[in-house]
Structures are given as C-alpha cells and as structure tokens.
C-alpha cells in the first residue's frame, strides 16, 4: 500500500512517499481502505514540523474510506460499510478528559494519508448518508469543531447572530450550520472577491477585515453585539472578538492562525461578562449527532481544490496562499 510519512526535520520537503506492507486486523479490529483526507491547519502544523511528531509518521487527521476487513468480535461494523475517522479516537463520549484527548490521529498516533489502516472498532463513526469520501472528508475535523462550538457549546437558536472569520473550512462549515438552524451570520474576510461568495451563502454582512482594522468594534456598533463568535486567529483576532461580542456573549477559541501567543485587554471580559471557551474538535457521540443532522438536511460541505495523495506537498502549499474556500482535498 502507498502512504505518506513525515521524516525528520522541519519543512514540506520532509513529506514522503513510501510503501507498506497492508496489515490483518485483530479480535475487535477493523480494517479500512481510506480514500480521501482534507488539510486542517492542524495538519499543516505537524507537515511543516511546528508540532514534533515522531519520525515516519503517518500524518492527516481526516479520512473517509469502507471497511474492507473486520476482526472477531466486531459486531458494530461490516464489510463494505461506508466510515470515517475521529479526531480523537479515544474521546467517545462525556466531557474530554485528559486520557480521551491524548490519541491525537495524524499527531501522535498514525492519521490517514495512506491507503489502508487497522484501528480498533470505535475509532470510526458512519459517513452521511450518499456522501461522497471526498465529502466526508472534509467533516472529522473541521466540520465537527464548527458543530460542538454553535450546537453543543453554544446551543444556538433561530435568531442568534454568529460571527465567522476568514472562509477556510471551519468558517465555512460555521455559516452553514447557523442559517440551517436559522442563525443571523456576519463574517469577515481579507479577500473583496470573496465577500459575493460569503452573501451568496448566506451572510448578512461581511467585511474586509485588511480595510477595517477595528472590524469587531464596528459589528458591535452595527449590531449590539454577536452572541456567537468563532475565532480562528489567536493574536491577530482575539481583541476584535472581544469587541465584536455582545454582553454575555460566547466567544469560541479554536485557531492560532495569528500566532500562540497575545493580548488582551482584560477589564473588556469583565464588563462584557464574556464566556471564552477554548475547544478542540469533539465525540464521536458529537460526530454522530452532527451526521444525523446532515442526513436530515440538504448539507453538502463546500469544496475547494482536490489533489491526489502524491500531491499533499502542493495541496500545503496552496493551502498556505490561503487563497481557498472551503475545504481542500486529496482522494486516493
């Protein structure tokens, strides 16, 4: 089987092509043909070496594939079935807790850049109902992180205003889940030809965030305030979030595309009585709800460049112009 390896160092030229011999799944096992991944942020951080991983691994956090093989005992899953990956492999329900968080696939266990894997069972929840594993691909990481921040974490009802910054996946999938349960989206963007894109989806108002410095202040001035807010950028967004919030808003801390590290302006939290949740993904009982809720809707995640496995490399690269929208994609 082909899969792609991380060797040691830093940079995308440490990406490589290998061969591996294909693995027997056993007692509660399954094996999975995977066809397709997407590129998460996260990924970038451990293809680039930011996050250390250990010297050949398997990296990718997203897959969609079937099951071409099951172990004894495994009565959940069957030949032919149609899965795809989780996050967090051990987190299945319930709060996370340290011990379910620590399997992180594609950082410190194997992801699914490769065409074949032996996982145990629970590690795969069911793709949506006539998805595409291209589509499906898209959703274990991105799409989940949108869908515990607005509907487990947020509990979002028709009529809350939602904030989404820039148009990469999780943004994407954020908009699309608010106007499904009838939420009000502003959104922000550096691009002026992405801004017809974002209305055409949905958004009410979006602004150039490179022409207007002081975005979240003039939400707040617009509006009275967003009950929900997506930030993605660390330091170069959590301040205008801050601004952008209504009092007693959520703001949902899920992306450094800024930068670790920052300030803030702490008496801004105080007199907003703000609620800042940092989260990471979510369940596989998270997965399964959100894939319930896709099968119940005319849902398709919004795709931007495909490549094949073998062009991971050039798929990082593109996603590092940040020129896309939506999801970037390899299948296999």
């Not at 970038?44 to 250390?52: C, D, E, I, P």
């Not at 340290?98 to 069911?126: C, F, K, M, W």
């Amino acid at each position: 089987m082909k899969s792609i390896q991380l060797k040691a160092g830093e940079g995308l030229d440490k990406i490589t092509l290998v061969e591996q011999e294909i693995s027997n799944p056993a007692t509660g096992e399954i094996r999975v043909r995977w066809h397709a991944t997407s590129l998460n942020y996260h990924d970038y951080l451990v293809a680039k070496g930011v996050l250390s991983v250990p010297d050949g691994r398997i990296p990718m956090s997203d897959g969609a594939g079937v099951i071409d093989a099951v172990g004894t005992d495994v009565t959940r899953w069957k030949k032919g079935d149609k899965v795809m990956s989780l996050f967090f492999p051990n987190w299945q329900h319930g709060a996370p807790t340290v011990a379910t968080t620590q399997r992180i696939s594609g950082e410190t266990t194997d992801g699914y850049a490769t065409e074949y894997s032996v996982l145990p069972a629970n590690a795969v929840t069911a793709m949506p109902d006539d998805y595409t594993y291209v589509a499906a691909a898209t959703l274990p990481c991105a799409g989940l992180t949108a869908w515990r921040a607005l509907m487990v974490e947020g509990q979002l009802k028709p009529g809350d205003s939602v904030l989404i910054e820039g148009t990469g996946g999780m943004s994407i999938f954020a908009l699309q889940f608010a106007r499904m349960a009838g939420a009000q989206v502003f959104a922000t963007t550096g691009s002026n030809e992405k801004i017809d894109q974002l209305k055409a989806m949905g958004a009410t108002e979006v602004i150039n965030y490179k022409e207007d410095p002081k975005w979240g202040k003039t939400l707040f001035q617009k509006t009275g305030g967003i009950d929900h807010v997506l930030d993605v950028g660390g330091n170069a967004t959590m301040r205008q979030s801050i601004e952008a919030a209504k009092v007693y808003g959520k703001i949902y801390s899920i992306g450094i595309l800024g930068g670790p590290k920052g300030e803030i302006l702490f008496p801004k939290l105080f007199f907003k009585h703000l609620n800042i949740i940092g989260l990471a993904v979510g369940s596989a009982a998270m997965q399964e709800a959100m894939v319930k809720a896709i099968n119940a809707n005319d849902f398709q995640p919004v795709l931007d460049k495909n490549f094949g496995l073998e062009g991971l490399k050039d798929a990082f690269r593109y996603q590092e112009e940040g020129k896309h929208f939506g999801k970037i994609t390899l299948d296999y």
